[in-house]
């Protein structure tokens, strides 16, 4: 019963991992982003485009937590192809009550990066909630989103 929709599953419906040994080597990129709302008190936080706490400086360690859970997507994401990223960045943006995440993967392989820039988002976001929960709970994370994919059969540009 296997369909075209789902390919993470075989003809008698059991969940399986995505055969990509026919597949040709190409440069895959792919972005994603998130927000993270976290009101007017934590913004007024914001100097030179850090927010400081006790924890220590949120947005760089954001940063660096968004681009270490990239590399480990394959061991988090059941099915998912184990791949060594060959880049990875983390932009992060105070934009009035909201701060914007900015991920970017990129390999040069048989598989897609989505699933690596959107746990670079996620992981960023859910870091500066962890970090800034002291000052705040009422913070929500909200539009992570793939926002662009190159490289394989398809591509996508939001």
């Given at each position: 019963m296997k369909t075209d929709k789902f390919s993470h599953v075989?003809?008698?419906g059991?969940?399986?991992?995505?055969?990509?040994?026919?597949?040709?080597v190409t440069l895959r990129i792919a972005r994603a982003e998130a927000v993270v709302k976290v009101g007017a008190g934590i913004?007024?936080?914001?100097?030179?485009?850090?927010?400081?706490t006790k924890k220590g400086p949120v947005f760089q360690t954001a940063i660096i937590a968004g681009?270490?859970?990239a590399k480990k997507t394959g061991e988090l994401i059941p099915l998912c192809h184990p791949i060594g990223l060959e880049d990875c960045q983390v932009e992060i943006k105070p934009q009035g009550d909201r701060i914007l995440i900015r991920s970017m993967a990129k390999i040069t392989?048989?598989?897609?990066v989505e699933m690596e820039a959107l746990t670079a988002a996620t992981v960023a976001a859910l870091t500066i909630y962890d970090m800034c929960k002291a000052i705040s709970h009422d913070i929500t994370i909200e539009e992570?989103?793939?926002t662009e994919k190159s490289g394989g059969k398809k591509d996508f540009k939001r």
């Open positions: 075989d003809e008698g059991n969940p399986a991992m995505v055969d990509i040994s026919h597949k040709g913004m007024a936080e914001i100097k030179n485009n850090e927010l400081l681009v270490m859970a392989a048989k598989t897609g992570i989103r793939l």
